[in-house]
């Protein structure tokens, strides 16, 4: 029941940033686990960052430091803060939400969006 949309893709030089933005309905936000994953072609699905409805942060070890994950709880929104961007970070990113429920966690996921590092 909960949809997501991904926003913010798109060509930049290596070294550039882009800011991903995910905007979900349905559920209550402010209890969701919020990731963000990518897929290369020919690749498997990893995860890149999520945050905990605590305000908790996980981040790829090939992300750290140069990308942030955050989210607004008013807005319904998680972003992703890419910088120093590099050509091996070129991917279909995907927002994907984790919600817990009596029945156990149900999981989300959004349409993805584009995003190449190229110059």
């Known amino acids: 029941q909960v949809q997501l949309v991904e926003s913010g893709g798109g060509l930049v030089q290596p070294g550039g940033s882009l800011r991903l933005s995910c905007a979900a309905s349905?559920?209550?936000?402010?209890?969701?686990?919020m990731g963000w994953y990518r897929q290369a072609p020919g690749k498997q699905r990893d995860l890149v960052a999520r945050i905990t409805s605590a305000g908790n942060t996980y981040y790829a070890d090939s992300v750290k430091g140069r990308f942030t994950i955050s989210r607004d709880n008013a807005k319904n929104t998680v972003a992703l803060q890419m910088n120093s961007l590099k050509p091996e970070d070129t991917a279909v990113y995907y927002c994907n939400a984790d919600r817990p429920t009596g029945r156990g966690n149900q999981n989300y996921w959004g349409q993805g969006t584009q995003v190449t590092v190229s110059s």
């Open positions: 349905g559920g209550i936000f402010s209890y969701m686990i």
